[in-house]
């Protein structure tokens, strides 16, 4: 017959918890004392709102001269981290069908919310602003302000690191050369926090065998330690897509990738340009001219309900398979749509592909057709250096984006205008494709123009 016997522990036993990893992925956003003078002495002596997190405010202008019909903009400052993005899709919400632009001062922050914010912004079709914004009733402490007055400021404006991802999401992008622009590899925040807890446990010891009966916790210690490091080759990626989609081009991603994480690099003026991060480039103290009949951003009306008239183009360049004049030469088609508009102004003009001067088209016009419609349209020759125009309806256009083409044919003199005379007549010149998916600026020219194939593809 076995035994039993009750026995309490003479002494308590302590049990480790296991250790919890919270890792967050960012930018790297300080600026170091490294580089040139010349570069310290443009840059704003340090990064502003580099720690404060960023908040949204919906902004009037205050000045006199405006009132009662100011314009009014949404004010982006502080460091964006995870909740961010969420945090702007509110602020967007909340104002409906107005395309208020995005005012941004940033030192940069999450990646990942950042790619977010500027795929929201390109969805509404916003323009951003690298500007500062001071507003009158509310504090630099306060979270929200909701809906303020205050003036934008262009000077000690600051957009580095994860920043440039959210200015790459507007439709325009005004830019100033007294603001701070900057670019650097990205790296990765990860931080460990270990939690070590301590136990008073009580047994029972039943034949040999011990049962816990109950567990209480007596002693907590965190401890906590941050390291960073380069980004996989993923984010790299990520990043390389996302600001082709938008339509930035090297050397910003060049850039970002071959400056240390522990410096940046100021991107030059012709650095934004050729990579068409910069679109406009603004002068002056401020961004939102005030005065009488000019109310608005470079005095352009800045919500869609005010009827803006902005004008997005973009260019490509085809070459002839066949010389003209015993020259080789290229067919130059520009594309420009006007905010509100229903056509896609085509141009289409003939240069010599060595000097790029202007050459006189052959035959008698062309004629474009568009594919997979088939979808004709003609233009007559015009007069020497002058280009060929087409006015294309904007749905027709706009099937362009999603797997259509575009061909040009020249028309030959004296040909037909009868069924199937045309195919003859200018069949003794190789037609000329054109892709204006792939020509400069169409990313930002069909998000304009056709929101209708984003809302579909989505």
Not at 198 to 214: H, I, M, P, Q
Not at 293 to 319: E, R, T
Request: aromatic letters at 6%; hydrophobic letters at 45%; one cysteine or more.
């Amino acid at each position: 017959m076995l035994s039993q016997r009750l026995s309490r522990p003479r002494a308590r036993r302590l049990r480790k918890g296991a250790a919890r990893v919270v890792a967050a992925v960012a930018l790297f956003a300080g600026v170091t004392a490294a580089g040139s003078d010349a570069r310290a002495a443009r840059a704003p002596q340090a990064a502003p709102t580099s720690h404060a997190l960023m908040r949204f405010v919906r902004v009037r202008s205050g000045g006199s001269a405006c009132q009662p019909d100011c314009p009014e903009w949404i004010s982006a400052e502080g460091k964006i981290v995870t909740g961010t993005a969420d945090a702007l899709a509110r602020v967007l919400a909340a104002v409906g069908d107005r395309r208020l632009p995005i005012f941004i001062n940033s030192a940069g922050g999450s990646v990942h919310d950042a790619m977010a914010m500027g795929r929201l912004i390109r969805a509404k079709r916003l323009a951003v602003v690298v500007a500062r914004t001071a507003i009158a009733p509310c504090a630099a402490s306060a979270g929200n302000c909701g809906e303020a007055q205050g003036s934008a400021m262009l000077s000690g404006a600051y957009c580095a690191s994860a920043c440039t991802l959210v200015l790459a999401g507007g439709i325009e992008r005004y830019v100033s050369p007294m603001s701070f622009l900057g670019v650097h590899h990205l790296t990765e925040f990860v931080t460990k926090t270990q939690v070590r807890r301590s136990y008073a446990v009580r047994y029972l010891v039943l034949a040999g065998f011990k049962l816990e009966l109950s567990r209480k916790l007596v002693a907590e210690r965190r401890s906590t330690a941050t390291t960073r490091r380069n980004v996989n080759r993923g984010v790299d990626d990520s990043v390389d897509r996302y600001f082709a989609r938008m339509g930035v081009l090297d050397p910003v991603m060049k850039l970002t990738l071959t400056t240390p994480a522990k410096d940046i690099h100021r991107l030059t003026a012709e650095e934004l340009e050729a990579s068409r991060l910069a679109t406009i480039w603004v002068d002056g103290a401020s961004p939102v001219e005030e005065d009488a009949g000019a109310n608005g951003l470079k005095g352009q009306p800045i919500d869609a309900q005010s009827g803006a008239a902005a004008l997005f183009a973009a260019k490509v360049a085809s070459p002839l398979e066949r010389p003209i004049e015993g020259q080789p030469a290229a067919l130059e088609t520009s594309f420009a749509y006007r905010r509100g508009g229903g056509t896609v102004l085509a141009s289409f003009l003939v240069r010599d592909a060595a000097g790029w001067a202007p050459m006189q088209p052959p035959g008698a016009g062309i004629l474009l057709i568009l594919y997979p419609e088939g979808t004709e349209f003609r233009a007559a020759r015009p007069a020497a250096g002058e280009p060929m125009r087409v006015a294309i309806p904007i749905e027709a256009f706009c099937r362009l984006e999603r797997g259509g083409r575009a061909v040009v044919s020249f028309i030959e003199p004296n040909a037909g205008t009868a069924a199937g005379t045309d195919e003859a007549a200018h069949a003794s010149r190789p037609p000329v494709t054109i892709d204006p998916v792939g020509a400069d600026d169409a990313t930002l020219l069909f998000d304009e123009a056709c929101p209708q194939n984003k809302a579909a593809s989505g």
